[in-house]
């Protein structure tokens, strides 16, 4: 399966602990993006790399939230200080180029809970 | 980031056509009219896009307007496993775009009935 890999696919937590996510692009492509998904909602753009440059992020990034992509291939994402707020589907999604007539590729998501 | 504006919840029953609209009107001229789904407990998924003319693929159709500021996808023949979110997105393919974000909205819910 050549698709988008994020692990873990759950993750509980308490108030406070960080944890962080991973995320495996799509091999060829050097676009990778991250999104949140709360209950009921469409997903929300968090931040964007270009291998690993991040060009664009999201003022729903807070500063307890970092994202990294050190060598243009994976990306993980932490988050700092849980807060119960923070609970949602974190979703990774790759790309071959940023915009217009390049669709993205999703993975399963990683679905956190803030106790 | 343009907007587009879809019904909240549509049904069909299986094996039937399911047209989903979309409206679009404040589109610019690059923009890329997308289409993803999202089944229950999954990421998105791929499904089309267009930019002027009509597109088909092995999933769906994609019908765009002529002035292109609505569009509809298709669905030939709904199963039951094509009920899911349907979100209709607007993607700017301009040379001096930078922006790399999808703006989901809310979508469509799509019921299936056996």
């Known amino acids: 399966d050549t698709g988008v890999s994020q692990d873990p696919r759950h993750k509980i937590t308490k108030r406070g602990q960080n944890v962080t996510f991973r995320c495996d692009p799509i091999?060829?492509?050097?676009?990778l993006y991250w999104y949140r998904q709360t209950l009921g909602q469409g997903p929300e753009f968090l931040t964007y790399?270009?291998?690993?440059?991040?060009?664009?992020k999201s003022r729903l990034l807070s500063d307890r939230f970092s994202a990294e992509r050190p060598k243009g291939s994976f990306s993980t994402l932490e988050i700092q200080r849980t807060e119960q707020g923070d609970s949602a589907m974190y979703l990774c999604?790759?790309?071959?180029?940023?915009?217009?007539?390049?669709?993205?590729?999703f993975g399963p998501g990683t679905r956190l809970t803030v106790t | 980031d343009a907007k587009t504006t879809q019904p909240n919840s549509m049904e069909s029953n299986e094996e039937e056509p399911v047209h989903l609209p979309c409206n679009h009107s404040?589109?610019?001229?690059?923009?890329?009219i997308h289409w993803y789904r999202q089944l229950p407990s999954q990421g998105p998924e791929y499904v089309i896009h267009?930019?002027?003319s009509n597109v088909n693929n092995r999933m769906a159709s994609l019908a765009i307007a002529e002035d292109r500021k609505s569009s509809t996808l298709i669905l030939h023949r709904a199963t039951l496993r094509d009920a899911a979110v349907y979100y209709c997105?607007?993607?700017?393919?301009?040379?001096?775009?930078?922006?790399?974000?999808?703006?989901f909205g809310r979508g469509t819910q799509l019921t299936v009935w056996p």
């Open positions: 267009g930019l002027t």
């Open positions: 997105i607007l993607r700017d393919g301009g040379r001096g775009s930078t922006l790399g974000r999808l703006y």
């Open positions: 404040t589109i610019s001229g690059t923009d890329y």
């Open positions: 091999s060829e492509h050097n676009r």
């Open positions: 790399f270009q291998n690993e440059a991040q060009l664009e």
């Open positions: 999604a790759s790309s071959r180029g940023q915009a217009g007539p390049y669709e993205q590729y």
